[in-house]
């Protein structure tokens, strides 16, 4: 075996990238029973371990801040750092796994439903008093058991990372190898939330008034899932040219939806497929999985658009940069292209030419659109501000439940389950991922706007223009750094209020 080095961990480090993501898209597209994921991180223990923590830590410290090297070892190290926890985190992990595959929820008067239906159950059902007894039941059994699972893995999480030495706490640890500056974007959320306000206020009474028929005072989270699942408009998103409709779209603008066949549309039907489309990038350029299995609705639109972002973006990232750039970084980045393309669910005159919504149910859905976009941004402002005082340790574990009800109600106005407070948890804070893929993304809608007209989205000359400076780049620079090159601006929250006043005033 070769002494561990840099070069030796970018080789290895990419087999091992590679292999859980073919075993991951084998496992999701049903061409295979269960993902095998411990004969992979065993045949990779050499470079998962604490010897290559150590060294990449110490590339990490030697690099001149501002260097390419400094770069490729920070984006190392926080791979690394989440490998290894991810590794001594998998026992946890699989005990909470297999708990919601066998749990069961137990309502009052006596039916059982199991727990994985339970949401559904909830968003489905429109009869209020059901819907709050699935409800009650659901966060019983949550609260006796999945909860203390959940606590203790991101107490042992905490934990790890701290024990890391790479800085004092969870939450400067992350700092320091992510780039995001959490003090600062939490900063920003309460200031979104207090600038949102007002419109949200209007907007949350209307809605519950008229879609829930009930008192705005009363609705909780279960009635949120309700509203949110909202189907009035499915028939104008036909599963039959959706697909069509899409690859017929990234054309008009320049790019070749298959991107030269490295792109894989996996469409067929096929046993143990899941539901939800995703992608898999196998090969970083070369191979990458895009697997859905179309049952139309603005939900599936949605999310092809989002899955087409991210393949588009690791399908046109350059060959030639390394591992790093191509496999790592910052999220928020990948997310951002998702989300890009996914807001053209929001662009009155896309609707018009890739769906079926036509003239005159375009302005009520904007409206609707416009209701979820502001409710799950403050949805996020909220979760990110609770989930950096819970890894913050200010604050006692046994407090925990109060103010995670008291974060997410102030800012939805629906009312949040303290049995959540540990469940309703992204760990590693990518609720800041998706904060500011959500700003990249309004960032690039306005400068895609200013360069190439309101249609940019059908405009020949954006799509090359899109490959050249973002899509090639992968994943090397920061959201922040990525949004000033590319269109002169900071990330803020600025432009997406702007967008959401439009969809919500114009509409
Ligand atoms: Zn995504």
Redo the contacts with the bound molecule.
């Keep these: 075996m070769t002494a561990l080095s840099l070069d030796r961990l970018r080789l290895d480090g990419q087999r091992f990238m590679e292999e859980v993501s073919r075993e991951y898209f084998l496992a999701h597209a049903g061409l295979k029973a269960t993902a095998d994921l411990q004969t992979i991180y065993e045949r990779h223990a050499a470079i998962l371990g604490e010897d290559a923590l150590a060294l990449v830590r110490e590339e990490f410290r030697g690099a001149a801040p501002g260097s390419d090297a400094h770069r490729s070892a920070r984006l190392m190290l926080e791979w690394l750092t989440d490998s290894v926890a991810s590794r001594a985190l998998a026992a946890l992990d699989e005990r909470e796994i297999e708990w919601e595959g066998s749990a069961v929820v137990r309502l009052d008067d006596g039916r059982e439903l199991p727990y994985q239906r339970a949401a559904i159950d909830i968003g489905n059902t429109a009869n209020r008093d059901e819907r709050m007894r699935i409800e009650r039941a659901r966060a019983r059994v949550v609260e006796a058991e999945l909860a203390p699972l959940r606590r203790e893995r991101f107490q042992r999480e905490k934990e790890l990372i701290e024990g890391m030495e790479i800085a004092p706490t969870f939450n400067a640890t992350f700092e320091a190898l992510s780039g995001v500056d959490l003090t600062g974007l939490v900063r920003e959320c309460d200031q979104f939330l207090r600038d949102t306000q007002s419109m949200w206020d209007d907007v949350y009474a209307e809605t519950v008034r008229s879609k829930l028929r009930m008192d705005p005072a009363d609705a909780t989270r279960a009635d949120a899932l309700h509203l949110l699942r909202a189907q009035e408009f499915d028939a104008h998103f036909p599963s039959a040219s959706m697909e069509l409709s899409i690859r017929r779209q990234a054309s008009e603008m320049g790019i070749d939806p298959d991107a030269g066949g490295r792109i894989i549309f996996d469409t067929g039907e096929r046993e143990g497929k899941r539901a939800r489309a995703f992608c898999a990038p196998v090969r970083v350029p070369d191979e990458v999985y895009l697997v859905l299995r179309p049952h139309g609705g603005q939900a599936d639109y949605r999310t092809l658009l989002?899955?087409l972002?991210?393949a588009l973006h690791f399908a046109y990232t350059r060959a030639d940069y390394p591992f790093e750039w191509r496999w790592l970084g910052d999220n928020s980045v990948?997310?951002g292209y998702?989300m890009l393309l996914d807001h053209l669910m929001h662009d009155a005159g896309w609707l018009a030419r890739y769906t079926e919504l036509g003239r005159r149910h375009a302005p009520t859905f904007l409206r609707t659109v416009g209701f979820e976009e502001l409710h799950f941004l403050r949805r996020y402002c909220a979760k990110l501000m609770y989930e950096v005082t819970l890894y913050g340790g200010d604050v006692g574990w046994d407090s925990l439940p109060d103010l995670y009800v008291d974060r997410l109600t102030s800012a939805t106005t629906f009312r949040y389950d303290p049995a959540d407070a540990f469940v309703d948890v992204d760990p590693r804070f990518y609720a800041a991922r998706y904060l500011r893929a959500w700003q990249l993304q309004a960032l690039l809608t306005e400068t895609l706007v200013e360069r190439f007209n309101e249609d940019w989205w059908r405009n020949p000359h954006a799509g090359p223009w899109v490959i050249d400076t973002l899509f090639g780049e992968g994943q090397r620079e920061l959201a922040g750094e990525l949004g000033e090159r590319a269109t002169g601006r900071a990330l803020s929250f600025a432009p997406l209020v702007r967008a959401i006043e439009d969809l919500l005033v114009t509409s």
Aim: no cysteine.
């Design positions: 989002h899955e972002g991210h990948t997310e998702a």
